[in-house]
């Protein structure tokens, strides 16, 4: 805040010859919208209720509504047309016309003028506050910022109103009533200048205005579209509505418990004890209260607390109405109305997108509030001649539960908004993967003129088409032309067509199809009926035994296995050798695919046959097969998943954990953990996704496995407690990050006082950053493990990126999770990065600098787990025979230079070392990298010296796989003539 207070303006006509920053701006126009909004209301207010009496009120509040509709329909023709500032003058212009006119209106005596003066003045300060300055806040404030400074908003509000007050106070000794309206030109025109000199001086984060405009009509009628892609609004449209119906049920409750306690005079000496007290109460919780649970709870749990509030103060007036009753509600109607509700209500709207938010604040605060007020006045109407108080009480109850349940959810919207709108930018890769075809009976033209078509993939897409369709029948004549190409993958999709689904047709076909002369057709056929486990006779497929055709003799052996009766002896010896013989590897694939597809467990064997032979994609098939029909409890499986665990090929490996999880078997737990030490990226992945499956003995694997010195071990035990969701295993990983959380609190106070400038200090500073970074992508990482994957590939786009706005709404989406307490200690170093404040720190590393804090620093950096602190402070260290030898005693100063003066003069190599990466982070190509990234580039590179004028020869039109970062010099680029 203390910089954002001192934030220095120049260039301006408006500068000044002190710091005004853009938020001091800000606070000083609230305190100058809520002193005429309130100095408005006492004279609107006093008038009324001196001529109309409080009887008229629910009438009025009707009027207010009903006059306010339009009002806010007419401006939605202009809301986004202007910019805020331009856009505010003209409001505020057009207020210094309504003061004055309302003066000489009340020259009439009609009880209609001081009807229209109350509607005037309630829809201005509706308007002023809820609107203009709260749209004004969003263009000159991203989502972190305002949710930074909202209470400190709120208080110069409150601020504004005790001004306001004591302004009507004071000026009431002197003027009548009506003529404090003459005062309020004055103060219009002060909130003018300042807007001219906020739009002069401070840029806004996002200017609006020459967008397309949308009238009040065009607006309702985009609503329901808007609210199926954003459902906050939805909710922000709703929270309105009920909120002004309960807080004027609630007034009406507090203004008849009075006005039976007081008399006319001394109501308005309590009334004046009551806005001081309660602008103090809500200075108090907007900084004790709001201001912390804001950064502790956030702003989607914040959205349930003043719901809660009020329904305790409408039950402490239902159990007894005595004054003190009254007085809590007041307080929490008035006080903590715009202490919590207000700052809470405003902040949603970070989740709303910038193109909407003049729309959607017009109707939400708008339309639906102006709905809101006919409503309470009309229901306020009705009630006070046949309702009792208590029974007032219980319908306002019952409205703040409402209120509370519309709350609820708003919390997961405003996450929602968050995430939809930083991923709006960016096609988001994840979702198309989510995408299902749903095709209709008429495709089936498309789809045949997709297996017409020259181009293989094409006609592989138009059989999945087909297959999605079901009735497979109805595309064997479309597909006859495929019966003769040799394409393996064709002919995978061709039986996964005819496999699918179960079609008597098809089977009546291919089986007609084994009469055939082509033994390619009759092969096709055979596997297709095999796997749809069809009634063959005997003695065909004793005939195909004895076939030249691989495929039609290991088939023909398939479905003699799927018999029950025994075969002969020479049946069964020309079997076996076919299954102790080499199988091609295309027919040890086919073999696998056919027992797949027909689900048939009698023909488990064979798949440990097909393990025997040499080709590892037929023993990777086989055991993908196995997994598919496994059991649970399949001991002999999972035997021989065990033995294939050990084999030196990855995909061999990925297939033996697919089958132990199938089969899960407790005590073999221990082997799938192993997986996590495997090189291979694939395989500890495999092992991430089954190890949850194991239950409690998972869990503790995987935690073991938190504590490996290998970063890739642990990312493997955090993506398997990441799949199970549950307490224990968040807990867990909120624990083993508690270490991070103790270490990142004592760098970034390392940050703040180590000397940046010294380029001794540099390695550690760097070290540091580097530090911030690779926490900041684990803690990123868990909260994907823990489902929110999309969420976090989508900040990761935007925290590379410069704009502050996209930047502060992905840190904003990022607190707003579910699992937002591993968010918050990092928010600091978050929000530091969307802000792009330079760290401060030391210019350089004095003596009694070092003596008090520099030698315990580097000591503790030393002391850390972290090998790129250690190095920093290493290298840090050799600061150190500098101070000693600058030693004011001449013998402490001889040793410390027969000591340390050769070595301080001859720099280390790993001085060299931390130089070259230091270069490496500044080239933009590279920035973004950890230092273990960057010593892989490093261990890459080669260093070359070059002569001044020395040319390089790089000859045009070929093809170079290096390049070149300039570390010291400059270079030319120049061109040969004939080059």
Partial sequence: MVNQLGELTLGSRWALPWRIGRLTQLLLLGVMVLTYSVMEMAVANSLFLSHAGAAGLPLAFMLIGLFSMPAYALFSQIVDRYSRPQLFRYMLVVAIAMALGMRFLLTIPSLAVYYGVLIAVFFQWDFHNNILYASLLTDYFTALEYKRYAPYIGIAQAA???????????????????????????????????LFWLEDSQPQVEAAGKKDNVGII?????????????PLMLFLAASSFLLVIIYLTAEFLWFSIYADHFNEDTLTGFLGLMRVSVSVIQILVLYCFTRPMLHWLGVARMNVVYPLTTLLGLVAISLNISLPSAIALHVNGDGLYKSINLPVHQLNYNAVPREFLGRIRTLSDGFFYAIGLTSAGGLLWLCQHSLSLVQITWGAMALTVLLFIVRLPMGRYYSQGLEEMIRSEAINLDDLSD???????????????????????????????????????????????????????????LVKLFTSHSDPAVIVAFTAQLESEQPALQALALEILVANQAPLRREQLQEFLKADDPYLRTLAAVGLAQTTTLLDKETATICDQIWHGALPDAVGEMVARVVVRSKNRQLMPLLERLLLQEDVAVQQASLETMAALAQKGDLDLADIA?????????????????????????????????????????????????????????????????????????????????????????????????????????????????????????????????????????VLYILACLGHSKTVNAINRMLGSTDQRDLASAVEALASLKNRRFVLPLLPILEQTVHQEPVSGRSCAERHWLERQGFKLLLEALDTQDRWLRVGALIALASVPSALVNDSDPLVKTVAEQIFLPLHDDPLPTDQFMKRLLLLKDVALFKNLSLDELVLIDQALEQEHKLAGETNLCRRQLVYTFFYIIALGQVQNCQASGW
């Avoid at 940046?756 to 200090?761: A, I, N, S």
Wanted: hydrophobic share 40%; net charge negative; proline share 8%.
């Fill in 160 to 194: 504004g109103t005790l001004v306001g007050g004591t302004t009507v106070a004071l000026l009431s000794r002197y003027l009548p009533t009506p003529n404090l309206l003459f005062c309020l030109p004055v103060i219009f025109g002060i909130a003018i200048a300042q």
């Fill in 218 to 230: 065009e607006a309702l009628q985009s609503f329901p579209d808007l609210v199926r892609r954003y």
């Fill in 435 to 493: 995408i299902q075809a749903e095709l209709p009976p008429q495709s089936i033209s498309v789809i045949q003129e997709f297996l017409k078509d020259a181009d293989p993939y094409t006609q592989i897409k138009g059989l999945d088409f087909a297959t999605a369709l079901g009735q497979p029948s109805q595309f064997l004549t479309a597909v006859q032309p495929l019966f003769q190409q040799d394409n393996p993958d064709i002919r995978a999709a």
């Fill in 642 to 778: 065990i033995t294939a665990l050990d084999h030196p090929e990855p995909l061999l490996r990925i297939a033996a954990l697919k089958l132990l999880g199938v089969t899960h078997i407790p005590d073999y737990v221990d082997h799938i953990g192993h997986g996590f030490e495997d090189p291979d990226p694939r395989v500890r992945q495999q092992a991430a996704q089954i190890l949850p499956t194991y239950g409690q003995a998972g869990l503790m694997i995987a935690k073991q496995y938190l504590s490996s010195k290998q970063s890739e071990v642990v990312n493997a035990a955090i993506a398997a407690l990441g799949q199970v969701r549950d307490r224990q295993a968040t807990n867990i990983l909120y624990e083993h990050l508690i270490p991070d959380w103790q270490q990142v609190a004592q760098t970034r106070k390392w940050q703040q006082i180590i000397p940046r400038t010294d380029p001794q200090w540099q390695p550690l500073a760097l070290g540091i950053e580097d530090y911030h970074n690779r926490l900041t992508q684990k």
